[in-house]
């Protein structure tokens, strides 16, 4: 065998990246599985994942693990490039973006639950964006809102009250930016030292 | 593993409650402005396309419309409207019963008679996608 030319090392930031994409991957998998009344009313429960990541790695790991899951989930439900995928990385972005923001509000008061709440309206509203401009151009989108809006709250709840359980029973991370995260401090005062 | 709510509760923070509860007034507001469908503010009557009367919904009162068949009548009352009779052979405007939607319409074909509802939210009757 040729003796590859590149040498690749992931480094561990690589591995837990990947580690953390593949949890978001299988759980979008697993979600496309349940029937849902209305298209795009979905738990999003890879969601999770990202808001996780976000609290104890930061956010441009989260920026890295949830576009991943968009790519890959894309991939694997034969979704990529077609209209859902599209809806679904402008969902992310918008998503990220506000996560990005939401991140910097003081961790006393304003927890996961805050976070995956917010980004699930940056998210419905994103989608509702672009199906207005692209898919349905017609002001008769906006019709669906409130169900949607019904979904990004509830949803949005019980995905952040899973990551505030699982970011409190995780053992902490043996090295890294948000090792003081459990101490209730907020993932922007914990992220910053690493700056 | 059992399900303690007061466990879950404690991951809360005083401002997820905030957040949580300005998400369902979002919900709320959406659902006030844009499922009301318009509450309806006028009534339209016409009889052989020509606008016979145009009223508002305040108050009650009968609306007798001549047309080819006979008088169809209209009955407004505060918020909603209805054709009460028609002379017409099926019946179709008058089974509709009360109209309480803006742009609701009621149309007595045979005798040419129509009743629209109006409000500021009328601009499309029907959706689909």
């Known amino acids: 065998m040729t003796p590859s030319t590149i040498e690749l090392t992931p480094t561990s930031e690589d591995r837990r990246i990947a580690r953390h994409a593949a949890a978001a991957i299988v759980l979008t998998v697993a979600e496309a599985a349940i029937p849902l009344p209305l298209p795009g009313v979905k738990p999003g429960l890879a969601n999770i994942v990202t808001l996780v990541v976000l609290a104890r790695w930061g956010w441009r790991e989260a920026v890295w693990v949830s576009l991943l899951r968009v790519l890959a989930g894309s991939l694997l439900l034969g979704q990529f490039l077609a209209p859902g995928f599209f809806l679904s990385l402008s969902g992310a972005l918008a998503s990220l973006l506000v996560l990005g923001l939401a991140m910097h509000l003081p961790g006393r008061w304003f927890g996961p639950v805050s976070h995956s709440i917010l980004a699930a309206f940056a998210h419905i509203g994103a989608q509702l964006v672009v199906a207005r401009l692209w898919l349905v151009p017609h002001d008769g989108v906006f019709y669906l809102l409130p169900v949607f809006a019904l979904a990004a709250v509830v949803f949005g709840l019980v995905n952040g009250l899973v990551a505030a359980k699982l970011l409190a029973e995780l053992p902490p991370p043996a090295a890294g930016p948000a090792s003081a995260n459990r101490a209730g401090q907020s993932p922007a005062e914990a992220d910053s030292p690493e700056r | ?129």
């Open chain 2, 1 to 129: 593993m059992r399900l303690d709510v007061a466990q879950w509760r404690a991951l809360l923070r005083p401002g997820d409650v905030v957040v949580v509860v300005l998400g369902l007034v979002v919900c709320a507001y959406a659902v006030l402005s844009l499922w009301q469908g318009g509450a309806p503010d006028g009534a339209v009557v016409r009889a052989g396309g020509r606008v016979v009367a145009e009223v508002d919904l305040t108050r009650e009162r009968l609306i007798e419309v001549p047309g080819p068949l006979g008088v169809s009548v209209i009955e407004i009352r505060p918020g909603r409207a209805r054709v009460a009779s028609d002379p017409g052979p099926r019946q179709y405007c008058v089974r509709q019963g009360w109209l309480t939607q803006a742009g609701a319409v009621a149309i007595c074909a045979p005798n040419q008679v129509s009743l629209s509802l109006t409000g500021r939210a009328a601009d499309y009757d029907s959706l689909n996608y």
